[in-house]
Structure formats: structure tokens, C-alpha cells
């Protein structure tokens, strides 16, 4: 049986908006106002968390300060959660294309950065929790990604062979993850991380879900 991972921020759904916005509720917070846009900072919140708070900081008389971001994450973590779903919507085609690999017989799984609590409840709200066999997130497990652990344990989950599989991400770390991993890699083109995704060397770039389908079956063969 073939199983198809998938992250989540920037790869399933795009959760930018939600995720500057909790950032930018902390900065208010510090009596900063609002240090990151939701547009031109889009890419860094797909990195996650600590990253929008050290960018945030870096434009701001606070030093970056690794403590400061280690004291305002949880607060992030508490707003993000609070407005998780206001502005987040699947990337078009993910639900069409998701549907048409389980049909063929996939497993479908997601390995994700993000808090396991946060994912479940976003993959929830949005209502498209169900195609999934497994969720794998950031507290999970001791490792996250890039360690390889996350990605064959998600396999493993949704009762696949890692050797049938592969990684569909938008970040360095999903491909590092990938080659640690020894599957192969497709990287997204359609997120604010094209021009970091195009400068790596994945087996597949996928420009729109139309086009998964058809990119599973290259990537794993039946």
C-alpha cells in the first residue's frame, strides 16, 4: 500500500494570516504594535512560531533576544489557537486531489511543525480531518523534522511501508526531512516559499493540486 505525507502550514492549507496575526497580537502586547505584515512576511510564518517572534523582534528597540522569544511563544501558541481558523482556507484543488488518491488506494498522513493539539483542531474546523490516517506534530514525538523518526512514524500509522511513500512539503525542512528519510520529495511552487523551494533539488515540484495525482503515481509506482 502507497502512503502520501503531507506537511500542513504552507503545503494543505494556507495558515499564514492566522499565524502573523497571533505574532502580531504578542508584539502589541510588548507595546510594539504590529512588527510583521501578512503579506510580505508571509513566508516566514511557515516556518513557524519562534520565527515570526525573532523577525518581529529584529525590527524592533527589543533585542532579539532568544529568551524573549522562548517567554512570548507559549503566548503565541494561546493566541494562535484563539483565531486558528478565521483566515485559513485549503489550497485549491487539495481536497479534490487528496480524494481522488485515497480512491487509488493511498494512505494518506500528515507530518507537521505544528503543535499536534493546534493541528488536530485546525485540521477539524476546516472539516477535513477524516482523509488523514495519522497526524504526526512537532510534540509528538522526542524529534521533529528534519529527523526522519516523524515522517516513517506517520507512515507507520496509517499502516504504510516508508519504503511506499513520499513527502509532499513547501519548506527546506520538508526536504531535509525527505533525504533523511531516503523517500523521495515533491515541493509545492503555489506558497509564498517558491523562490527557497525552487533553489532545492526535490524529485517533483507541484504547481497546483490538479497535478497530484498524476505526480504520486511518478514518485511511487504502483
Known amino acids: ?34 512588527l510583521l505584515d501578512p503579506v510580505a512576511d508571509a513566508a516566514t510564518a511557515f516556518h513557524g512560531g ?16 532568544e529568551g524573549e522569544v522562548d517567554r512570548w511563544y507559549p503566548r503565541l501558541l494561546e493566541e494562535y489557537e484563539t483565531g486558528i481558523d478565521r483566515h485559513t482556507r485549503l489550497f485549491p484543488g487539495a481536497e479534490a486531489a487528496l480524494a481522488a488518491l485515497a480512491a487509488d488506494g493511498w494512505r494518506l498522513a500528515i507530518c507537521t511543525n505544528k503543535p499536534e493539539a493546534l493541528a488536530e483542531t485546525l485540521m477539524t474546523r476546516l472539516g477535513f480531518r477524516a482523509p ?43 526536504h531535509d526531512t525527505a533525504r533523511a528519510a531516503g523517500v523521495p520529495v515533491a515541493l509545492v511552487t503555489f506558497g509564498p516559499n517558491r523562490a527557497e523551494v525552487e533553489a532545492l533539488t526535490p524529485d517533483a515540484f507541484l504547481s497546483h ?3 497530484l495525482p498524476a505526480l504520486a503515481d511518478r514518485l511511487v509506482a504502483r
Request: net charge negative.
Open 1 to 34: 500500500m502507497r502512503t502520501a505525507v503531507f506537511d500542513l502550514d504552507g503545503t494543505l492549507a494556507d495558515t499564514s494570516a492566522d499565524l502573523i496575526a497571533a505574532a502580531n497580537a504578542c508584539f502589541r502586547a510588548m507595546g510594539a504594535g504590529d
Open 50 to 65: 519562534r520565527a515570526m517572534l525573532r523577525l518581529g523582534l529584529s525590527r524592533h528597540a527589543l533585542a532579539a533576544a
Open 132 to 174: 488523514f490516517a495519522s497526524l504526526i506534530g512537532a510534540d509528538t514525538l522526542p524529534v521533529r523534522k528534519p529527523d526522519p523518526l516523524p515522517y516513517t512514524e506517520a507512515v507507520r500509522r496509517a499502516g504504510g511501508d516508508p519504503a511506499r511513500s513520499f513527502l509532499l512539503g513547501d519548506t527546506r525542512t520538508d
Open 209 to 211: 493540486y490538479d497535478d
